[in-house]
């Protein structure tokens, strides 16, 4: 997952640890410490006298702003986030300004990019992950016309220009993203796959259950079966 900043014509790319879960496990160890921002705890589990384990859910998105603002601010440059990876510096920076920022940013894996093509595959990919977030934009859209209308160009050009730089297309890449959020909402499981569909604007759970296979081999339903019995592997306390 790549999030992306456009400053002053430039582009900043953050690239943060691909996690495969919404839930992850921090160990905590009495050789070391380590922290993550925690934005809400999920379950606490496992309590021994050598390490303790605590299931994590966050917003990667939040993670990412309140990074780049304390950095920003560390400097004490005026700045105006618009959206998703989007800052507009309110001042012009100058070069040693820009040096020390590009420092404290790579520390969290975020750089200025300078080519074009570069920046615009990833405000393609920024938008088409924002369109699948807002239930109400993918419902309404199609990504044909969404495009085009968020970022300028023509949807030929973005097309061509996405499949170029990424070896597959703007639809193959909306699919994956849609089955993305489809897993995060099975593992919160509240809701049912009907529900899912229908937020989606899947035309039938059919619809939705083959993509979800042709994408991920499994099921749905199966999805959820192995979510419940690692959990459920997790949760079992050892003995001592």
């Known amino acids: 997952?790549?999030?992306?900043?456009?400053?002053?014509?430039?582009?900043?790319?953050f690239d943060p640890i691909v996690?495969?879960?919404?839930?992850?496990?921090?160990?905590i160890?009495?050789?070391?410490?380590?922290?993550?921002?925690?934005?809400?705890?999920?379950?606490?589990?496992n309590f021994g006298s050598l390490s303790m384990k605590v299931y994590l859910k966050y917003d990667m998105n939040v993670i990412f702003k309140k990074t780049l603002e304390q950095q920003l601010d560390q400097l004490k440059i005026d700045?105006?986030?618009?959206?998703?990876?989007?800052?507009?510096?309110?001042?012009a920076l100058s070069i040693d300004k820009i040096k020390e920022l590009t420092t404290l940013l790579s520390v969290y894996g975020i750089q200025i990019i300078n080519d074009h093509k570069t920046e615009v595959v990833q405000r393609i990919k920024?938008?088409?992950?924002?369109?699948?977030?807002d239930i109400s934009s993918e419902k309404n859209h199609k990504i044909s016309?969404?495009?085009?209308?968020?970022?300028?160009?023509?949807?030929?050009?973005?097309?061509?220009?996405?499949?170029?730089s990424t070896y597959t297309s703007i639809e193959n890449f909306l699919i994956i993203k849609r089955i993305d959020r489809v897993k995060q909402m099975l593992i919160q499981d509240h809701f049912t796959l009907k529900q899912i569909a229908f937020e989606l604007g899947y035309s039938?759970?059919?619809?939705?259950?083959?993509q979800f296979k042709k994408v991920t081999g499994l099921t749905p339903t199966s999805f959820q079966k192995i979510?419940?019995?690692?959990?459920?592997?997790?949760e079992t306390p050892k003995k001592s």
Request: zero cysteines; charged letters at 20%; a positive charge.
């Open 1 to 13: 997952m790549y999030l992306n900043i456009i400053v002053s014509g430039a582009k900043l790319d």
């Open 19 to 27: 996690l495969k879960k919404s839930l992850i496990v921090l160990n």
């Open 29 to 45: 160890t009495s050789n070391g410490q380590k922290s993550l921002p925690i934005f809400a705890l999920h379950r606490i589990m």
């Open 79 to 91: 700045y105006k986030i618009n959206g998703v990876g989007e800052v507009e510096f309110l001042h």
């Open 126 to 133: 920024d938008t088409v992950s924002e369109m699948v977030l």
């Open 145 to 164: 016309t969404y495009l085009p209308e968020k970022l300028g160009y023509s949807y030929t050009y973005l097309s061509s220009l996405f499949s170029e």
């Open 204 to 210: 039938s759970t059919a619809h939705l259950s083959a």
């Open 227 to 234: 979510i419940t019995k690692r959990s459920e592997f997790t």
